[in-house]
């Protein structure tokens, strides 16, 4: 049984700047992993982009995430082009206009209801559709295709938005857009109303994640667990079956007796790391030690796994690090774990 995990925000731009960095925080179930396993070499783009090639998705102008998040939300995405809106907040430093996403706004049903519902009476001239699943989670039907390319909502984050702008033949229109928006959440009652109770506006949206629902995907897996919607709309999509992920390795192997190809979507870094939040980031890093890294690493010495695979990203860059049980007993490779996560690759 192969077990390979994905896991977004593993960034080495955290650990101790020490050329033991991974001994430091005591990680020695990931060190002998990553110094012993064979290392794929970088795959450009981002983890998103990873797993859409993984099922065997071509990249349309964006990847499709927007129709394949709406799946996993058992929405029906099937017509029309969707996209990504996500409320934000945007705020002005100096000549830098700078996003903070959704995750500290704490915007409520209601909030999302009555800006959904302006937006769409301000757009419907312009065949633009707004809806939401969650509050935080916006969308746009748009019953043309736009010619544009976006940028993820978390390469954004903390940054500012000039260099991230949707562009393409169609990128003016929605700059325009962008600027409308604007200017119709600038006064709203939901914002005045959040402002004087001390919360931050909800003040624009990020478009992102374009695509039309793809017509068929190919699955890579024997079974995929996860709580992101991407994977789970992945699975759904080629058919493959899925779960929520297991709380510790333990109880995944306890459950997992069909052999096969087994992707865990493991996701406690990634809000970490796209704010900055350093103290949190290696407290769930130590905890996937414990609970993750060091239990397959003893169920693949002890040969209840053929292989344990661990795909990182960092830099707009993706890579794969493999190990067998043979692989477990190579204790003459002592490169520095620096070196493994600045590129260099095994041999």
């Known amino acids: 049984m192969h077990c390979h995990l994905l896991i977004p925000g593993l960034s080495s731009s955290f650990f101790p700047a020490t050329p033991d960095s991974l001994q430091v925080l005591q990680l020695p179930a990931l060190n002998a992993l990553l110094v ?6 970088c795959t450009s783009g981002d983890w998103m982009g990873w797993l859409c090639r993984e099922f065997g998705l071509e990249k349309q102008h964006d990847w499709p995430i927007a129709a394949l998040t709406l799946l996993a939300e058992n929405d029906n995405p099937a017509s029309g082009f969707w996209l990504l809106a996500d409320p934000v907040h945007l705020q002005l430093q100096r000549d830098r206009m700078v996003l903070m996403d959704a995750d500290g706004l704490g915007i409520t049903n209601d909030e999302a209801a009555e800006l959904i519902a302006t937006l769409n009476s301000h757009f419907a001239s312009d065949d633009l559709i707004f809806s939401f699943v969650r509050p935080d989670r916006w969308h746009i ?22 260099e991230f702008l949707p562009n393409g033949p169609d990128g003016k229109f929605w700059h325009r ?5 604007q200017m119709l959440l600038h006064d709203h009652p939901v914002n005045v ?8 506006p909800i003040n624009s949206i990020w478009p992102w994640g374009g695509g039309v629902l793809p017509d068929k995907t190919t699955p890579p897996y024997t079974k995929v667990w996860a709580e992101d919607t991407l994977a789970i709309g992945l699975a759904i999509s080629s058919g493959t079956p899925h779960a929520k992920q297991p709380e510790i390795a ?62 990182i990203s ?18 003459w490779r002592r490169k520095k774990p620096f070196m493994i996560f600045s590129g260099a690759s095994s041999t």
């Open 193 to 200: 109303a959040r402002e004087q109770r001390g919360d931050l």
């Open 314 to 331: 960092e830099n707009n860059c993706v890579r794969t690090f493999s190990a067998t049980r043979a692989d477990l007993w190579k204790f």
């Open 36 to 41: 012993r396993g064979k290392q794929d070499s």
């Open 141 to 162: 039907r748009l019953l043309s295709l736009p010619r544009i390319e976006t940028c993820p909502l978390e390469a954004v984050i903390g940054k500012n938005i000039r």
């Open 177 to 181: 857009t962008l600027n409308e928006i």
């Open 250 to 311: 333990a109880e995944w192997l306890q459950h997992a007796a069909v052999p096969g190809q087994h992707l865990i979507f493991l996701n406690s870094l990634r809000n970490a790391a796209l704010h900055g939040d350093v103290h949190r980031w290696r407290e769930n890093l130590l905890k996937l030690e414990t609970e993750w890294f060091a239990p397959l690493y003893h169920a693949l010495s002890r040969g209840r796994l053929t292989r344990l695979s661990l795909t």
